[in-house]
């Protein structure tokens, strides 16, 4: 059974870096047929997607916010991660990864993620 | 960007009875449509994709029509365990994949 387990930091200060490790077990991330992608959901609203990495490397980033996000896949960990730049408080969030075939499944159990000073 | 709607964005139901919730997309999105419910506390889960196939291990009670720009997601008799937010989400614009912001199904 495939699951996915998100790591990182916890507590990002204003105008740094959040990044996040997604470890992937029960499965190869080299998969074909599959991407893999990372969605967040603010405290108490609704899910974004924020963007996927296929099997092959190639990314897809939701628009607005392309300029900050950066998604990399580490096969020899069969892992992915997330780093998303430039962050101020309305990047507060919990932060899931999971794997995409068009739609999500499954979903890690998700980090939350503070920017604070 | 396409759009997605959700309504209502509350349905109070009682044990037993049955849920209808709406999803409309701004613009065709073929039968290219999941719904997922969330409890508190958890990840999201799949329940539909393609508008109307259940994902694996879950109960016949849930059910998905629709398509197009109009969806819904059905649960024929509500269980304890079914008191939750669900939410669409589109993939027909590979680009960018958007979801609803949810109905909240709560004990009437």
């Known amino acids: 059974q495939l699951q996915l387990q998100e790591s990182g930091s916890g507590l990002v200060k204003p105008s740094q870096t959040l990044s996040l490790t997604c470890a992937v077990s029960?499965?190869?991330?080299?998969?074909?047929?599959?991407?893999w992608s990372w969605i967040r959901q603010p405290p108490g609203k609704g899910l974004e997607w924020i963007g996927y990495i296929y099997h092959s490397g190639s990314t897809y980033y939701n628009p607005s916010l392309k300029s900050r996000v950066t998604i990399s896949v580490d096969r020899s960990k069969n892992q992915f991660s997330l780093k998303l730049s430039s962050v101020t408080a309305a990047d507060t969030a919990v932060y899931y990864c999971?794997?995409?075939?068009?739609?999500?499944?499954?979903w890690g159990q998700g980090t939350l993620v503070t920017v604070s000073s | 960007e396409i759009v997605m709607t959700q309504s209502p964005a509350t349905l109070s139901v009682s044990p037993g009875e049955r849920a209808t919730l709406s999803c409309r997309a701004s613009?065709?999105?073929?039968?290219?449509l999941a719904w997922y419910q969330q409890k508190p506390g958890q990840a999201p889960r799949l329940l539909i994709y393609g508008a109307s196939t259940r994902a694996t291990g879950i109960p016949a009670r849930f059910s998905g029509s629709g398509s197009g720009t109009e969806f819904t997601l059905t649960i024929s008799s509500l269980q304890s365990e079914d008191f939750a937010v669900y939410y669409c989400?589109?993939?027909?614009?590979?680009?960018?994949?958007?979801f609803g912001p949810g109905t909240k199904v709560d004990i009437k």
């Open positions: 989400q589109q993939y027909n614009n590979w680009l960018i994949f958007t």
């Open positions: 999971a794997r995409q075939r068009n739609w999500f499944d499954p």
């Open positions: 613009q065709s999105v073929s039968s290219n």
């Open positions: 029960g499965g190869s991330i080299s998969s074909g047929g599959y991407s």
